[in-house]
T-cell receptor
Framework: NAGVTQTPKFRVLKTGQSMTLLCAQD?????MYWYRQDPGMGLRLIHY???????AKGEVPDGYNVSRLKKQNFLLGLESAAPSQTSVYFC??????????????FGPGTRLTVL | AQSVAQPEDQVNVAEGNPLTVKCTYS??????LFWYVQYPNRGLQFLLK??????LVKGSYGFEAEFNKSQTSFHLKKPSALVSDSALYFC???????????????FGQGTTLQVKP
């Protein structure tokens, strides 16, 4: 049981390049989330998904897109990276609040630097 | 608006002494409260939660938290700190706003706990 995994662990991009971050979970969770963590700002929600084929915007969605084609995977895309997107990105998953108490389980993170 | 506040950026405590990391919240309705710990270069790990019931909640690694409804607080505590407890701690509350239950959590800014030998 690997829990929540993220690839890659590190990445350096040049401004304007694109990339996709992959999150996978093997806990059969319905809900999945993408956060970014910046010093002094805690975790901010980028996008989330309440089920396969559904996505919704979080607190800071601009410049990001997501897809949830399979229940176990949640992809975060940066179409044209900007230095302001330099951050550590965390994926999390949880059971539906209707069937559980809502604690989220986090991946190890992806450290992204945009030059 | 719903929110979580962790008033201390850093807490310093000597090994063996009790520790407290403070958290206050503001939500409409009954709160679902969580504590997470983040070790350097790692993801967040779930420590404990309060949903309902006893105000004193016990969690992983000897941590506990006390829910106080009148003070809208959920402070994290441990009777005897270890150097290995040094980490970044986050308090979170489930976001109950809106018409549907999205499961979203609102996180505090985090408190760095430094335990010195």
């Amino acid at each position: 049981n690997a829990g929540v995994t993220q690839t890659p662990k590190f990445r350096v991009l040049k401004t304007g390049q694109s990339m996709t971050l992959l999150c996978a979970q093997d806990m059969n969770h319905e809900y999945m989330y993408w956060y970014r963590q910046d010093p002094g700002m805690g975790l901010r929600l980028i996008h989330y998904s309440v089920g396969e084929g559904t996505t919704a915007k979080g607190e800071v969605p601009d410049g990001y897109n997501v897809s949830r084609l399979k229940k176990q995977n949640f992809l975060l895309g940066l179409e044209s990276a900007a230095p302001s997107q330099t951050s550590v990105y965390f994926c999390a998953s949880s059971y539906s609040p209707r069937s559980g108490t809502g604690e989220q389980f986090f991946g190890p993170g992806t450290r992204l630097t945009v030059l | 608006a719903q929110s979580v506040a962790q008033p201390e950026d850093q807490v310093n405590v000597a090994e063996g002494n009790p520790l407290t990391v403070k958290c206050t919240y503001s939500v409409s309705g009954n709160p679902y409260l969580f504590w997470y710990v983040q070790y350097p270069n790692r993801g967040l790990q779930f420590l404990l939660k309060y949903i309902t019931g006893d105000n004193l909640v016990k969690g992983s690694y000897g941590f506990e938290a006390e829910f106080n409804k009148s003070q809208t607080s959920f402070h994290l505590k441990k009777p005897s700190a270890l150097v290995s407890d040094s980490a970044l701690y986050f308090c979170a509350v489930r976001d109950l706003s809106g018409s549907s239950n999205t499961g979203k959590l609102i996180f505090g800014q985090g408190t760095t706990l430094q335990v010195k030998p």
